[in-house]
């Protein structure tokens, strides 16, 4: 019956085997994460979604915190003359900015875009904020929403609006500066790995791919099990590019007039995205415990027998008291029905306690990750709980790392190139010769894209996988949301 | 000489009782709480500013959370039918919205206003949302910024994008509704008092004073220094006005398809202004320690003495660990100057010492609010700063409401009333008939608006003090921010 039940539910999604891109859809409504609006490219991020954004947020901006960072908070609307200021930025962003040409019945003098992204608001700030060396860096921060007017939208991957961080530092000098671009990387790729169990590759974007305006911009690339990628956060290195053409200079220890040297660095609600197509499977949603707005679901079964309910809250109590986000279902739906809800929101342990368990002064733990059944004293209870936790955290890093290692090839010639990319089965990893040319053939040809240029070279053979020239960088290739 | 630096930094702030205006502006720029921007209305919140609103979000994100609010994220457009929807809230916001009516090149179909406020935006998602009387209540709050076309703008108090908190619920009863909308301002006034030592009055609105579209507006009122009043926190009862405009309907127990009853609440960033103006005096700000982002700031004199700055280190290590938020000021200006710059930004507590107090084994406390030194052994410092700090907080409260009560008045008769009112001295207690016109008519002619008809009624006199004729309410009159 329970069984029955469950499947009923688990019916509701489609098969990821069948259809990822439905599956995808289906588990972001299914578990509750979101719900569509009634403008296309907009959605309205539902509570526990929203549980989830708060709680990655939280673990981000400490990790953020502990490097120096301060976050503030800018206007949302920029003028069209200040957006203009440094060409690149505006030619790259033009096509998609919202314009806001009326406050009220007037008319406005000038169109204002809605922040598509902030160098140019910080920029302008940080002209009249920094005078002497002595002010130097600035790391700020902010936590904000911001419109692209996107042609195709999906949920969390790409959205007309989404939630993100951007964080914009000036600095005294080209080192600090670079320093910092990667330190931000890493703070991203930690964050993702241990916080989100998403292992990634970072590297740099090549010319085509990198930012607008960008001198040199590094990613974070991670795979989801559909063996597509996904560029999950990045992290930009403008030079001077930036204070040329807002004018932010500085007085340097040897009283010259210095320009800054300036970062960006973001990463938004796609992470989300990410966390579903690397650990969701057909029965929802698996979110690492880190991050769970709801690590333990207690379900009491035949919770009308005496004594059952009780021992149910006693067990959510001790959990509370043990620091564990816990919630007890004591709705009147069937197990089943609660069984395939909890597995549906992916949350990470369900505890299982019946007359038959209390008699034998047990319950009984299921993970979410393996669905493994584990049998525990109800006075144990806690300590188990705070044993599993970090050991499915661990888990599920470990599983996602696998994925990772068992879908990326190396091709070393074209042949081997092209046959890795019959089908979409994740990385592949390609010399190259840094011609734009070949990585505009490469695309055409067999839709994929350059995800970066990883930190971690390898010498895979000395020649070009599309023109046979001579290698310059080993690349990782790949299909992208 | 520290006095004299003292006297030059304070002496770039206007004093209060010259200009209380332009006093208040200077401490939001000295105090680093914002910058102006390059658009008219649009304020650049600073980190010391930005860290002030966080504390102050995440204390009344725990209050909410307290009693079931759950966070959310809502579209930040909203298409112009969607907000035409309820005549009543459309016509209240229109002059002041934001149109957009551009999405990259492409001219928009029809235009979207950027939230005012997102009464439209909760409505329309409910409706599809809730089904049964199990989906009730819904208890929702999103924090966001929103933008309103403002024409008259200042730091904090008016500006055209402002963030804030904005809670939206449903109800299968009118009494459950109505009692949520007192529990809300109940939340307002508790965090007022208790954690921003601001004491408030909690009463209704008038007709004329209540939000467009509401039932019944509630709101609290605070008295700043000056002897003006600030709208401090609104909670609207909607009665079905919404959820018949927008269709939101459920089945009840009874199995019969009703409409819900709503509430909306919200308070601002405004209240870092509230804050400014009860607290500040003529060196600055002064910050509640409950919401201060610096509570304790050491600072040594004579740093370069041996030991100073170690045991300077010292003390801020043992009150970090101490839980407290403390910072060290280790720059090299001099020791006037920091202080100065201490009590401009209002942090709660500093601690000077120097070589001979190192000697005698001892540190100087100064309070920010009253200034007054407190000498101590350096090994008791992380107890009595844990003394001291609550001992602020509740003497801040208590002189903030000894100066609200006796700037309140009551007037009996028109003679009182006029009299009152001849300079801004406080609240006017008065009876009231209960006809717009009579408040028509002392706004026209004293420029005093009604704050609120308190939930503590007197009874002053049987007759408006206006008209003459007989009164019905009690209602608290003043110059308003």
């Known amino acids: 019956m329970a069984d029955q039940n469950n499947k009923k539910l688990v019916a509701e999604i489609t098969s990821m085997d069948e259809d990822f891109t439905q599956w995808y859809t289906d588990v972001c409504i299914k578990a509750e994460l979101i719900a569509y609006s009634h403008i296309k490219g907009f959605m309205v991020i539902k509570p526990y979604g929203y549980a989830l954004w708060e709680n990655m947020q939280s673990l981000l901006d400490k990790r953020f915190k502990a490097t120096g960072v301060q976050n503030v908070y800018m206007p949302m609307l920029i003028p069209e003359s200040l957006l203009a200021k440094e060409g690149e930025l505006v030619n790259g962003f033009a096509p998609e900015v919202a314009w806001v040409t009326a406050g009220g019945a ?113 990613t974070v690339e991670a795979l989801m099990h559909d063996g597509r990628a996904l560029q999950s956060g990045t992290s930009h290195f403008f030079g001077q590019k930036f204070s040329k053409a807002y004018d932010i200079t500085f007085t340097d220890k040897d009283n010259q007039l210095k320009y800054v040297w300036q970062t960006s660095w973001g990463v938004t609600t796609r992470m989300i995205g990410a966390m579903i197509m690397v650990h969701g499977d057909n029965y929802g949603l698996c979110i690492p415990p880190k991050i769970a707005p709801v690590q333990v679901r207690v379900i009491p079964i035949q919770q009308r027998k005496e004594g059952v309910l009780e021992a149910a809250q006693g067990i ?43 008699e034998e002064g047990k319950c009984v733990l299921v993970r979410r990750d393996t669905r493994e059944k584990i049998e525990c004293a109800i006075a144990d209870v806690a300590t188990k709980v705070n044993e599993l936790l970090p050991a499915i955290q661990k888990d599920m890093y470990d599983r996602a790392k696998a994925h990772l290692d068992t879908h990326t090839f190396a091709a070393h010639n074209k042949e081997e190139f092209i046959e890795n990319f019959k089908e979409t089965k994740g990385f592949v990893k390609a010399m190259w010769c840094g011609d734009r040319a070949c990585e505009d053939a490469i695309k055409e040809e067999y839709g994929v894209t350059s995800r970066c240029m990883p930190f971690e070279q390898e010498n895979l053979s000395g020649t070009c996988v599309c023109c046979g020239k001579p290698a310059t960088k080993m690349v990782y290739w790949g299909r992208a949301y």
């Open 316 to 358: 959510t109590d001790a959990l509370k008291n043990a620091g564990v986000r816990v919630e007890l279902d004591d709705s009147d739906k069937g197990p089943g029905f609660k069984f395939a809800e909890q597995e549906m929101r992916g949350m990470p342990l369900r505890i299982e306690i019946g007359p038959k368990d209390l």
């Open 106 to 218: 007037e008319p406005l003098t000038e169109r204002l875009a809605i922040r598509p992204t902030s160098e140019t608001v910080f920029s302008d700030f940080y002209k009249d904020d920094v005078h002497s060396y002595r002010d130097l860096p600035r790391l700020y921060n902010q936590w904000c929403s911001v419109v692209r007017w996107e042609k195709e939208t999906r949920p969390f991957l790409r959205s007309r609006e989404f939630l993100w961080q951007e964080g914009h530092t000036i600095h005294s000098t080209k080192e600090e500066a670079e320093e910092r671009t990667q330190q931000m990387l890493q703070v991203y790729a930690d964050f993702l790995g241990e916080d989100m169990c998403i292992p990634t590759i970072k590297g740099q974007k090549t010319e085509k791919e990198k930012f607008a305006g960008a001198d040199a911009t590094y």
